[in-house]
């Protein structure tokens, strides 16, 4: 069977799709304190690289609600891979072309943010268009791509870093941007499907008029929050809070959350169809304030970062999850629904990281106080999951 008529190859370029959206996520937070020392940029002003990144997909998220289904899902991913490979590309040219580093910093990953967006909005209907069972553990396996893509861009960045040294950073966002560049001639080749035939899905008011979207939006913003909190300062917090070399903390940190959070959802697939998804993302949720609380109060780095690596293990499911239950409580949500709750999620994702950072500066660059700070986020999601059960019944 061609390319152009076996969807395998579909779900294999939505793989990829999630691993180019490790690489613009995950790549430059190695960097932070590369680019603190070598730029003279405050932790505060890193922290808003974060919020920019996210900021920007929050407005991608938003348009998309909105032209997705006009514009058609293949053009849209094709440009989604090609603006991960000019933002890679931009990170390392950008930051000396322009006067001012710092601005070509966040000119670039604002051009890569676009990418990501309109990833995070498109590839999750592709997939659960495509004419296979088993939709919950085919949206967690799926998701667990950006896990281990987290991994390989830490191992192999870290790999690199450590033969060519840190001010090699600009040649390897380079080699990075050719992932993303191939996998858009990939998308060409493939058979892709709408996700509710024209006229069929909820319009965007209708949306927002659903008590229960609201709730699902809430779990998002938490389900982004909790997960990118921990994981854009893993890196900056084994580092500098728990004084260990930049090999080890990155290894120890990110990819130790990222593995645990790849295993996590593997997990969650293969058991999807046999469990509660309500008690076990409440579960998980749990687990998640016990991490942040490891995470900063553990006077042992060992623990600490047993923290971090728990934390990676209990976000597993939350994003995948409520995708999960969205798509079971409003089977005609339709794109305008994806892209909405990846606004929400996105908004997690920015506030989460930027609230650490801001509560860092103000305790005097210190972590552990940040990292506490958000743990209020797997709290509101345990309570809007109550939200969502107590409606339900």
Known sequence: MSIRNNYKHTIYACYIGYITQAIVNNFAPLLFLTFHNSYGISLERIGLLVTVNFGTQLLIDLLSAKFADRLGYRRLIVAAHLFAAAGLVGLALFSSLLPNPYLGLCVAVMIYAVGGGLTEVLISPIVEACPTEGKAAAMSLLHSFYCWGSVLVILFSTLLFWIFGTGAWKGIACLWALIPLANAIYFLKVPIVPLVPDGESMSVSGLLRS?????????????GASELSMSQWASAFAESGLQISKTAGDLAGP?????????????????????????YLGVCALICVVSYFLASFSPFPILALV?????????????????????????????????????????????????????????????????????????LLLGGLLLLYRSRN
Not at 211 to 223: K, N
């Open 307 to 379: 923290g971090c690596g728990l934390c990676g293990f209990s976000v597993s499911a939350m994003w995948p999850g409520t995708f999960s239950l969205a798509g079971e409580k409003c089977p005609r949500g339709g794109t305008a629904m994806f892209a909405l709750l990846a606004l929400a999620g996105d908004t997690g994702c920015s506030l989460g990281p930027t609230l650490v950072g801001y509560v860092s500066a103000a305790f005097g660059d210190n972590l552990r106080q940040g990292l506490l700070a958000a743990a209020i986020f797997p709290l």
């Open 211 to 223: 008590g229960i979207f609201w709730v699902l939006a809430l779990l998002m913003v938490c389900a």
């Open 255 to 279: 990819c130790f959350f990222a593995i645990l959070m790849g295993l996590g959802r593997v997990l969650h697939a293969k058991y999807a169809e046999k469990i509660n998804l309500h008690f």
